[in-house]
Each structure stands twice: as C-alpha cells, then as structure tokens.
C-alpha cells in the first residue's frame, strides 16, 4: 500500500498510476470511488449536503481502502485534515508530492469541477494543507517542472532505498 497526498494539480492521479504499472499493483483515486458510493459527483455531493458531509463520507472510503487489498492510492487534497483519516495514514507509507501553489493553479485553474477553486480562501487552505501533507509524509517529493514519469521514478527509488 502506497498513499499520495499534496494539494490539487500535484499530481496525484498521474503519477499514482505510473507508481501501480511500475509495481504491478491496482491503482485507486478516492473521488471516483466516493462518487460511486455517493451516487453523484463531488462538486454535487459539496452543494447538496456541504463540505462536513463530503469529508465524512470521504473518510469512510478512505478507511474501507486502506483496509482492502494493497493499492497505489490518491486522496483528494483535503481528505488528510481529517483527523481520524490521518490516523489511519501513520501506518501506511505516504507520499507527499509537493507543488508549489502557483503550479497547482496552472494546472488545474480553469476546471470548473473543482469546488476547492471557488473558496475565496484557497491561497490559505493550500498553506494550511502543505503542513498537514509534510507531517504524514513518509516521503516528499517535489513536482514542479518534472515530468510524471520522472517523479515516479524518483519515488520508487525513495521507497525502496
């Protein structure tokens, strides 16, 4: 079992699933399973019954994966604020890929689908959130400027060192 934090636009998904074909392991993205469960999608299940919700909801996933057979596994940027989730992490390995904030927004500043993008706060959320990421890391790897594979790479070699 490998975990993927960072903020959106770090690389998550890509990466995580360069990580799974590298290892011979299944990939998993916890938004589209919590979709699934929720039958909806995430900016929906956000508008329907708020964030408190979403992040519960979100935990129950989390924690029914980490529980489940061994994955390559991205969360979604806020998933580790929440306390019992980050409970869970400390026994798993877990791979912080670091973007930097103005990085993050040019990669994913114009997707309408992400709730986050809205909040008048986000600068604050992402400088809130790079504390949380870098006290559950394992491993932080940096991502700016690098290919996907590249960073992949650099995470195999981390681990397995």
Do not use: N, W
């Amino acid at each position: 079992m490998i975990v993927l934090v960072g903020f959106m636009g770090a690389g998550k998904t890509t990466v995580g699933r360069l990580l799974a074909a590298k290892l011979g392991l299944p990939f998993t993205d916890s938004d589209p399973v919590i979709e699934d469960r929720a039958g909806k999608p995430i900016p929906r299940i956000f508008a329907d019954d708020g964030e408190p919700a979403f992040r519960a909801l979100e935990h129950e996933v989390i924690a029914r994966l980490l529980a489940g057979p061994d994955t390559v596994l991205a969360l979604g940027g806020g998933a580790a604020e929440h306390p019992a989730t980050r409970a869970l992490l400390a026994s798993v390995p877990v791979v912080f890929l670091r973007v930097g904030y103005a990085e993050a927004m040019s990669r994913v500043g114009g997707d309408r689908g992400r709730p986050m993008l809205a909040r008048p706060d986000v600068t604050e959320v992402y400088d809130r959130r790079q504390a949380t990421y870098a006290q559950l890391a394992t491993l932080t790897v940096d991502t700016d400027g690098r290919a996907p594979d590249d960073i992949a790479l650099s995470v195999l070699r981390d681990l397995c060192a």
